[in-house]
């Protein structure tokens, strides 16, 4: 597999496929890569554990992240992705069932890009994975060099 677009850390299978589905109605689900807890995202974004050897400097443009996650929870995945210089400037999404308040402003309080509850009805789901895909990887502008200092 060539370097993933998106990195989706979803637990839920039901809500992985239907992300997959409306990825793929749109153009986006080749290069997407699927973590199912918050170690393995880790490991994938810092080449350890199974992704030993892993280029790391080739960080997905998105990463999709569902806050309850087993192991570590989605909080915690963003917390250590921000304390990295190598990925503190990753493009953070949350994507969950969750619509707390106190959920929303913890991830917020800890730089993710964006808070988005995921739509219960199909239609809306899709409609939602695809604005995300389209804003963040065809219309949003990223840093050139997300690995810089300044």
Not at 5 to 26: F, G, H, K, S, W
């Amino acid at each position: 597999m060539s370097s993933p677009v998106i990195l989706l850390a979803e637990d839920n299978p039901d809500d992985e496929a239907l992300t997959l589905r409306a990825l793929a109605q749109c153009g986006f689900s080749e290069r997407v890569k699927v973590v199912r807890d918050g170690a393995e995202a880790l490991d994938f974004l810092f080449g350890t554990g199974p992704y030993d050897g892993r280029d790391v400097s080739c960080l997905p443009p998105l990463i999709l992240l569902d806050l309850k996650l087993p192991r570590i929870d989605g909080l915690e995945v963003l917390r250590r992705i921000r304390a990295d210089p190598r990925t503190r400037l990753a493009c953070v999404v949350f994507f969950t069932s969750s619509g707390e308040e106190r959920d929303i402003n913890h991830a917020y309080g800890n730089h993710a890009n964006s808070f988005v509850r995921k739509p219960v009805a199909f239609e809306s789901f899709s409609r939602t994975v695809e604005q995300l895909a389209r804003y963040w990887l065809q219309l949003n502008e990223r840093r050139v060099n997300v690995h810089s200092s300044s």
